[in-house]
């Protein structure tokens, strides 16, 4: 009986440790994850938009070069 009041009392320590964590501590942290996600993540699409033009304007300039050479032909 007193090894289980022991593991409790230990346990409920464990727990106050968990939740020992500020509020103030806590939303700063989910800030900079937030901005870190917002941050890569326009990156990303930044990256993505320059791929986009410079295979749009790759295959515009494949076109212009198949044309001419049917044209010549």
Known sequence: MQSLQASSAA???SEVKMADVSERTLQV???ISFA???LAGWQANRMRRKFLDWRKKRLQDKLAETQKKLDLA
Do not use: E, L, M, P
């Open 11 to 13: 346990q409920n320590r």
């Open 29 to 31: 942290a989910i800030a």
């Open 36 to 38: 870190t996600g917002f």
